[in-house]
């Protein structure tokens, strides 16, 4: 895919086949504006009806988030589509009532995760007004909207040195930190586990795609941008397209990554009206 292509050429090869594609969509920035505070993030009817729509025409639609899946199922409310949460660390199939770990050793290290955040959430913290965001095998401090973002996130960065310094790993986004097990986690691990498998709504695997779309706002997105060229070189996937969100916070290497750039959910919304014409 050209990194000049327009929408509508990025598109041509999922409208040609629905039946043989997927489309993989980032939740809170992508199909959901940013918020202040991340429980107040939701899905505008507008775009929630298109994206059931798409659902009743291609293969497989799935949200790929960094929230719990369940969280993200919430917020898209639509049941009948797979989620990947947690950046990769657990599928929840359509219709299913509970997420399954793609890693069975991520759960025993969430706990070190549980209980450094515990110690972490003081009442000093709060009264910075970071909030600490329970994700299962994930602590996320968000640091957006405090009346003092400066000193909010020099109390972060203090709190991701002393994660670091015991042995957890670490991640930035957009004002918000996220404090994880010491494993590979990825959206891309959740991307290809997806397109090699299927939606999880049958028994039937699926072997190939003729093509996928990933749309994505941030950082962590690159990753599952990479996974879709993987699985292209491979030859699980026919072609892959690549779409980022732009915003003010959006990081270069997301746009220099993708293969088209939407102006912010707004467009998203004109992108899943497009996988719609016929």
């Not at 949460?85 to 793609?102: I, K, T």
């Not at 915003?247 to 009206?273: F, K, N, T, Y």
Request: glycine letters at 8%.
């Amino acid at each position: 895919m050209s990194p000049t292509a327009t929408l509508a050429q990025a598109l041509e090869p999922l409208r040609l086949a629905p039946e043989q594609s997927a489309v993989l969509l980032d939740v809170d920035g992508t199909l959901a504006p940013i918020v202040d505070r991340a429980e107040d993030a939701h899905v505008p009817e507008a775009t929630r009806s298109l994206l059931i729509e798409v659902t009743r025409r291609y293969a497989l639609v799935a949200c790929v988030s960094g929230r719990r899946a369940q969280a993200a199922r919430q917020i898209v409310a639509i049941g009948s589509i797979a989620y990947v949460g947690n950046h990769g660390a657990e599928l929840l199939a359509p219709g299913s009532a509970q997420a399954r770990p793609l890693n069975p050793a991520m759960a025993e290290l969430g706990q070190r995760v549980a209980e450094f955040a515990a110690e972490a959430d003081t009442g000093q913290l709060r009264m910075l007004r970071v909030r600490l965001e329970d994700k299962g095998v994930i602590a996320a401090f968000h640091w957006r909207g405090a009346p003092d973002e400066e000193a909010a996130a020099a109390a972060v960065r203090e709190i991701a040195e002393r994660a670091e310094s015991q042995g957890l790993a670490v991640h930035w986004g957009r004002k918000v930190l996220e404090v994880r097990p010491p494993l590979e986690l990825q959206k891309g691990l959740g991307v290809a586990e997806l397109l090699r498998e299927g939606s999880g709504a049958s028994e039937e695997p699926f072997t190939a795609f003729a093509a996928a779309l990933y749309v994505g706002d941030d950082l962590t997105d690159v990753d599952a941008f990479r996974a879709l060229r993987t699985l292209t070189q491979e030859g699980t996937l026919g072609t892959g397209v690549c779409v980022a969100v732009a915003s003010e916070e959006a990081p270069a290497e997301l746009i220099e990554a993708a293969d088209v750039v939407l102006d912010g959910p707004a467009e998203v919304r004109g992108l899943l009206a497009g996988l719609l014409e016929h």
